[in-house]
């Protein structure tokens, strides 16, 4: 019976243990809400999974953004194969299906990014893939910026402010 027993728990134990390592890492979506003007990711692993995660933020005006993705695979210790981010306008389903794609870029141990121009008002997410295939994990990290777009009123004004400058240049000249 205490045999019996002991088996069992062995056979329950080597079952979670084998289940835990081929379980993938699942990670609930980030909300970021309102994009501060620069936020940032951080992302670490076992081996062997693949990922998928997204980070939600809302644009209240018209900005232009800048991401940036790295991974560290010195000597094949932390590293991640196909890594990439992809930003999406969200159609508000919260699915993270049917939405428009803005752009993508991939990332690996050089840090690479996107810059996505003239970004309107809404809801947002940008989408991180890629597969842990290092010798003792992996990982990455992200940063995203946005800066406001100039509205047409701000060129008018500086293109008045160029030409004045013309002007009295060309009257200097002409005196």
Do not use: C
């Not at 390592?21 to 081996?47: K, L």
């Not at 209240?60 to 991640?80: K, M, Q």
């Not at 049917?98 to 840090?111: K, M, P, R």
């Amino acid at each position: 019976m205490k045999k019996s027993f002991k088996l069992k728990l062995v056979a329950a134990a080597i079952l979670m243990t084998s289940g835990i390592a081929q379980a993938a890492p699942t990670q609930a979506p980030v909300n970021w809400f309102n994009h501060d003007p620069a936020e940032f990711a951080v992302f670490h692993s076992a081996v062997g999974h693949t990922f998928e995660h997204e980070y939600l933020f809302n644009l209240g005006s018209s900005v232009n953004a800048l991401a940036t993705a790295v991974t560290n695979d010195f000597a094949n210790i932390f590293n991640i194969s196909g890594g990439k981010v992809e930003l999406f306008k969200s159609n508000g389903d919260n699915d993270f299906t049917n939405d428009t794609s803005i752009g993508s870029f991939a990332f690996d141990s050089t840090a690479t990014g996107g810059i996505f121009n003239a970004l309107t008002s809404g809801d947002y997410y940008y989408q991180v893939t890629g597969s842990v295939v290092g010798n003792y994990g992996g990982g990455y990290q992200m940063f995203s910026n946005v800066s406001p777009v100039p509205e047409p009123e701000t060129y008018a004004m500086l293109l008045a402010g160029l030409g004045l400058i013309g002007f009295s240049l060309r009257r200097r000249q002409a005196s």
